[in-house]
């Protein structure tokens, strides 16, 4: 799994936020358009096609929002996963180095060692 930096994020977001606002643009010229309809008195079919295409956009926003919350929640999962897998190996580095440097210390005991040992061998 790939690391998913705070830029992709809000471009992601910022995709799928003129998604939604274009819809909103989009159903405030509808109505208007169905309002002066009314007041010019357009034919009935025409405000069925209108309302048709209001009714369209609503919808197309609402799928949009459903799929931004779906999105959020998921960066917000992947977010968990990528800050608990980076502890994991945080741990795992903190043991190596905890390792290393025990195995560092029982090598100099030992060298300490070895070499008071020579140290008597040669005064003997």
């Known amino acids: ?71 959020r929640k998921k960066v917000e999962m992947l977010t968990v996963e990528e800050l608990t897998k980076a502890r994991k190996e945080n741990l795992l580095a903190v043991r190596e180095v905890e390792d290393l440097e025990e195995s560092s210390y029982d090598g100099k005991v030992k060298n300490v060692d070895l070499e008071s040992q020579r140290s008597r061998d040669h005064s003997s």
Do not use: A, Y
């Not at 008195?41 to 609503?58: A, C, I, M, Y």
């Not at 926003?61 to 919350?69: A, V």
């Open 1 to 71: 799994m790939c690391c998913i930096t705070n830029e992709m994020l809000e471009k992601e977001v910022e995709e799928i936020w003129s998604e939604i606002k274009l819809p909103e643009d989009e159903r405030e010229k509808q109505r208007d358009r169905l309002e002066r309809g009314l007041e010019n008195g357009f034919l009935s079919k025409d405000l069925e096609k209108l309302l048709g295409k209001f009714e369209e956009r609503v919808t197309s926003l609402k799928t949009l929002k459903t799929k931004l919350i779906e999105h």
